[in-house]
């Protein structure tokens, strides 16, 4: 025998070791007895469900959940900066492409989730239910990823449809922290599952390559058992003489792969399932085949996608007929979300004796509308895009940003400045501008759209809108502008 390389001389296993084989120790079986509903063996005949359909959906899965990720924190950092974080002006419809991108994502994992979760859920009642210590933590970091998954993916299409009533916490801050136990609890998960697909996405060394479904058993038609778990470290228990483990043919050896022969894992099946083995048959066994299935979802995805991304891709809002909101439907022609008698403005905005505050480190001016319209006024076409998806273009017109700042006596290549609304409350009702965007020229005090003054829903008598901000940023109803400092 040869002398295994961690374990020292003396004969005591390494401490590490001792603990890996502690975590995969074989707990004792529960009772026979218990084994009943959808734990009695042989419950799950469909011959799609395989490692291989599991894996591809489950590469699907995580490159549509990265992308959503990655959208998602930039989006959070947009609007919630930290020090290090600069987010540029220009171009100026990058954060209308990003969100775009984060909600058609979010959209598109729907179905993917979907027929995931189906592809697994039989192993929700796998026979033990816990093997060991390291099987239950494995367990444990599943659910924690189902559970994170499917909140993200429905508070997300709750914000999307703005139905807030099922959601009695704050969305933003949920949606985010969760983000990051979804993605913790995947990374376990991939890290857990790699030897896994790698085996089943394998080609087949010993004969022709493998098209949708095999008809040799190597689709491991039904996942209610443990076939290839790897252990917690994806390596083979310890010291492999391991009894518990009812398919050791299956363990992946060091470098992930199984032991036994890639082409047929399956053979190996025990009796003890006591099921038909023509469950394996495949195409003849008269449901969908792995084809079918991932065409399904597939072309689901495709139709979500199709009638949703109207809401901000123009051309295709002809087909955005899941999309909540149309970028050309609203006062205006431009969508709206708080509306002036919503926001508790509707009075306020209409009062003749309107004055814009406009205070700066030397100075402080109190301009009326007429004030306003007096200074140089400049267009620009800009969009709205909202955290929810939707986005819309403008031909916005009004006061440069800069020019108020200059005019407040301060410099407007360096200013940070307080936009404030002529709301009384509510999480919009001011924003901070930083440099980047207020020394921008086409960040404007708006005062029209499209040639008209602003509706009153869309911010009149004057709003803020800038390049490559956020929705919520892009305050409506403004009475007050404060250049913060000047570095
Ligand atoms: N004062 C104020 N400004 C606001 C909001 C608000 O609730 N209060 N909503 C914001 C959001 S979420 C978006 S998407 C845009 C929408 O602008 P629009 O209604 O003109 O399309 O306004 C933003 N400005
Ligand atoms: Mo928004």
């Known amino acids: 025998m040869v002398h295994h390389p961690d374990t020292p001389m003396t004969g005591h296993p390494h401490p590490l070791r001792r603990l890996a084989r502690w975590l995969d120790a074989p707990l004792p079986a529960p009772p026979e007895a218990l084994r009943r509903g959808p734990m009695r063996p042989g419950r799950f005949t469909s011959a799609v469900r395989s490692p291989g359909l599991t894996s591809r959906l489950g590469i699907a899965l995580g490159v549509a959940f990265a992308v959503c990720f990655v959208t998602g924190v930039v989006s959070h950092l947009v609007q919630q900066p930290p020090g290090w974080f600069w987010w540029p002006s220009r171009p100026v419809g990058l954060y209308r492409f ?22 697994v859920y039989p192993r929700l009642f796998t026979w033990p239910p816990i093997r060991s210590v390291a099987h239950a933590a494995e367990r444990a970091s599943v659910a924690v990823l189902v559970a994170a998954a499917l909140f993200q993916v429905v508070s997300g299409v709750l914000n999307v449809a703005r139905w807030y009533a099922p959601m009695p916490f704050f969305f933003t801050s949920a949606h985010y922290w969760v983000a990051w136990l979804a993605v913790g609890a995947l990374l376990t ?29 190597t689709a491991d038609p039904d996942r209610d058992e443990p076939a290839h ?23 992946p050896t060091l ?20 099921r038909p083995a023509a469950a394996a048959a495949g195409p003849d066994h008269g449901g969908l085949s792995r084809r079918g299935v991932l065409a399904a979802v597939g072309t689901a995805a495709g139709l979500i996608t199709v009638t949703t991304v109207g809401q901000t891709v123009r051309p295709l809002s002809g087909l955005a007929v899941l999309a909540p909101r149309l970028p050309q439907v609203g006062p205006q022609g431009l969508p709206v979300n708080a509306t002036a008698t919503g926001a508790g403005v509707a009075e306020l905005v209409r009062d003749p004796g309107y004055r814009l505050a406009l205070t700066g480190a030397r100075r402080s001016l109190s301009l009326d509308l007429p004030g306003l319209a007096a200074l140089p006024q400049h267009t620009a076409d800009l969009p709205i895009a909202c955290v929810e998806g939707w986005s819309a273009s403008g031909r916005w017109t009004g006061v440069r940003l800069r020019d108020l700042v200059a005019l407040a006596g301060d410099d407007p290549d360096d200013a940070t400045v307080l936009v404030e609304s002529l709301q009384a409350g509510g999480r919009y009702r001011s924003t901070t501008v930083p440099p980047s965007h207020a020394r921008d020229p086409l960040t404007l005090i708006a ?8 509706h009153p829903d869309h911010g009149y008598p004057a709003r803020l ?22 570095r």
Do not use: C, Y
């Not at 470098?255 to 006591?274: F, I, L, Q, S, V």
């Not at 809108?465 to 929705?471: D, K, L, V």
């Not at 919520?472 to 007050?480: A, D, E, N």
């Open 255 to 274: 470098d992930g792969r199984p032991a036994a022969n890639t082409a047929e894992p399956d053979h190996h099946e025990p009796a003890h399932h006591g």
């Open 447 to 454: 005062l029209r759209l499209g040639g008209e003054p602003l």
């Open 465 to 486: 809108i800038a390049p490559n901000r956020p929705g919520v940023l892009q305050t409506k109803w403004v009475g007050r502008i404060t250049v913060l400092e000047v």
């Open 189 to 217: 998960h991939i890290g857990v599952q790699l030897p896994v697909v790698r085996d089943a996405l394998a080609p087949d060394p010993a004969g022709p390559p493998r098209r949708g479904l095999p008809a040799t058993g």
């Open 98 to 119: 990003t969100q775009g991108l984060h909600v058609a994502t979010g959209l598109a994992t729907v179905p993917l989730l979907g027929a995931k979760l189906w592809s």
């Open 229 to 251: 778990e790897p252990t917690l470290d994806g390596r083979p228990a310890a010291d492999a003489a391991e009894p518990d483990h009812e398919e050791p043919a299956h363990e």
